[in-house]
């Protein structure tokens, strides 16, 4: 299904854009679910057999698993239509941001909001020159304007098919639940997100913790100029401000959260290991950093692993497979975080499961068991996976 | 898009000559595939067309999403189980 966005720059659909949308989502849905269990049953029945006859054993990491995919009937058919399907997404929104430019900008400049662009900024190649999820002119569409963050919004709704929530911010509700339940001491009174697009994984902080100046930064102008104007739209007073997340302009030890949701694969290893280095450097002591990121493929089987990597080679998501081959307590070691401050989780989706569920998978200390069971995207239900540390 | 960086151990032959990824042996299958696809999005365009009119008609209201499952599940059926 796809989503109606619950905010004023919801699209005013036509008929034919409403049903194309629908379409999206229902082929997605089907690939998804339907094509990848035919995938994982090929995988079984014909990849595995095949590779452990000419190397001796099954595949033992996602790029084996890969290679030994490659070429099968159920993989060509399923990548080829998942992509496909992907270009759909974005395709279906366009003309409805087209035609409707002019009324969201008239809304955004009478909602106001918080933003503050920095011209100077050299926008690195991952954000404006990589058609990140094949999504046309990236990050940087359209410049400063509402564009790549209406493209983003609403093609977000028909992608994600209802399990990110009404306003695509489950990731965001679910994570600051968990953390207000499991550390009930704990009470950021500034919090930075990193990476944040257009803010809706990052408004739930605000909810969660009303009191704390909430600042939002991103390197791409435009979708923090939408997200800007979104927020204020909802009532939340959110500051979105064009900035580096490897680059923090912020003295050390400004911030009690340090927070960023599906961002860090989006960066080069090097870019990576800085933004964590900054996380630390701007945290203050008690301070905490949280990502909400894909699982490592450490925690997974070779084809889970692959499953997932996938975007890596056929979604323009080039640095996702290199950082979920990455170890997250030990990235969080090099940034300087003690490796006894280092945890990790899942923790259900709280639009799916409701907050009951969050508070007794705290209860039971369910959360902390990470692995196949609960981080495959072929695992049961909709489990988010996050890792992070506490600055001492 | 061809300028964007692969990860390390990406096997040859995944891409064309602009950075598109292929799948299959011949290549113009890739862009039939895409073709199909939108082939069947235009039709269900159409068919909420119809059932738009038939509702303004007096027909009683049909599930969207439920019509569009059983549409989609009975058009891709010859690529069930590959």
Redesign the interface.
């Known amino acids: 299904?796809s989503v109606e966005l619950q905010h004023p720059m919801n699209p005013h659909k036509t008929?034919?854009e409403?049903?194309?949308g629908?379409?999206?989502s229902?082929?997605r849905?089907?690939i998804l679910n339907?094509?990848a269990a035919?995938l994982k049953?090929?995988y079984d029945r014909r990849a595995v057999p095949a590779w452990q006859r000419s190397h001796g054993a099954p595949p033992q990491s996602s790029?084996e698993a890969?290679?030994a995919l490659?070429?099968d009937?159920?993989?060509?058919?399923y990548?080829?239509?998942r992509?496909?399907?992907q270009?759909?997404v974005w395709a279906s929104v366009a003309e409805s941001v087209e035609r409707e430019a002019d009324r969201l900008g008239a809304a955004a400049r009478a909602a106001g909001g918080r933003v503050a662009l920095n011209p100077t900024l050299d926008v690195p190649k991952n954000v404006g020159?990589?058609?990140v999820h094949l999504m046309p002119g990236s990050y940087t569409r359209g410049g400063d304007s509402l564009e790549a963050g209406a493209v983003y919004d609403r093609g977000l709704a028909v992608f994600s098919m209802g399990l990110m929530g009404t306003n695509l911010d489950d990731i965001g509700l679910s994570m600051s639940c968990y953390i207000r339940l499991k550390y009930p001491d704990f009470a950021p009174q500034s919090i930075l997100d990193t990476g944040t697009t257009i803010g809706h994984n990052t408004l739930p902080w605000k909810l969660t913790y009303p009191d704390a100046e909430v600042i939002a930064i991103d390197a791409a102008p435009g979708v923090l100029v939408y997200g800007a104007a979104r927020a204020a739209m909802q009532g939340q007073d959110v500051q979105f401000v064009q900035m580096c997340a490897d680059k923090l302009d912020y003295p050390d030890a400004s911030f009690d959260l340090v927070w960023s949701s599906m961002f860090l694969h989006e960066l080069?290893k090097k870019q990576r290991a800085a933004a964590l280095a900054e996380a630390y450097r701007v945290l203050k002591p008690g301070g905490l950093m949280l990502h909400m990121e894909l699982p490592p493929n450490a925690e997974m089987s070779a084809f889970d692993g692959f499953y997932l990597?996938w975007d890596?080679?056929?979604n323009?998501e080039?640095?996702?497979?290199?950082f979920r081959d990455e170890k997250p307590p030990e990235l969080c070691a090099a940034a300087g975080f003690a490796p006894t401050d280092y945890f990790q989780f899942v923790v259900p989706s709280i639009g799916i499961y409701g907050e009951q569920a969050i508070a007794d998978l705290i209860a039971s200390e369910a959360a902390e068991a990470v692995g196949q069971a609960t981080t495959g995207r072929l695992a049961e239900g909709v489990m988010w996976f996050g890792f992070g540390a506490w600055k001492k | 898009m061809s300028e964007t960086p692969r990860p390390d151990d990406t096997p040859p032959g995944l891409y064309d000559e602009t950075g598109n990824a292929r799948f299959f042996a011949e290549p113009a299958m890739d862009r039939f595939v895409a073709v199909v696809m939108n082939m069947a999005q235009e039709m269900w365009v159409q068919e909420e067309r119809l059932l738009a009119l038939e509702e303004a008609e007096g027909s009683a209201p049909v599930d969207r999403e439920a019509k569009l499952k059983a549409f989609i599940d009975r058009l891709f059926a010859p690529i069930r189980g590959a």
């Open positions: 299904m008929a034919d409403a049903a194309r629908r379409f999206v229902g082929m849905s089907l339907d094509l035919d049953v090929a790029a890969h290679k490659r070429g009937p159920a993989f060509n058919i990548s080829a239509m992509v496909q399907a270009k759909m020159a990589i058609e080069s990597d890596s080679w056929y323009e080039p640095y996702y497979k290199g």
